[in-house]
């Protein structure tokens, strides 16, 4: 059964829209794919360290969570991922943000993932592929952090094909 699920891409470091672009192409791997915008944002954590590029996937995937989890993690590691510090920087980030509707607790992964409500970074993108999108009974665009977003469009939805 085909699952839509909806990946949060991050970098700092490095070529990061080169680096995006990269992941993208491996997600296309996994199942069909659309694309949110591409936006730049304040880093969330330590101050001191570079703006990030961010963007959402939507992957329509027949594969069970964990076995996509491992994927993502695979492309995070051929991609160099350096990991520092806590919420610092990191040469690409993949998380599972939403798979279905379903709700994943265990020692590895937790869906729908942790703090989406209070990311700019992640819901916007999430509203660029499905204004409707509700998560826990909120509708993502009535959430006050979209009006007070601190985002700025890098690109279009086509910036993923370059």
Known sequence: MTIRAFIGLGSNLGDSQQILTEAVA???????IQVSRLYQSPPMGPQDQPNFL?????????LEPLVLL???????????????????????????????QEQIKNERLTVPHIGILERDFVVIPLLDLDAHLQLNGHSL?????????????????SWANA
């Open 26 to 32: 491996k997600l296309s791997t996994l199942g069909a």
């Open 70 to 100: 491992d994927y993502l993690q695979q492309f995070e590691q051929e991609a160099g991922r350096v990991r520092l510090r806590r919420w610092g920087e990191r040469t690409l980030d993949l998380d599972l943000l939403l798979y279905g």
């Open 141 to 157: 665009k009535n959430l006050e952090l979209v009006q007070q977003a601190n985002l700025t469009v890098i690109a279009d939805q």
């Open 54 to 62: 961010n963007a959402v996937v939507q992957l329509d995937t027949v």
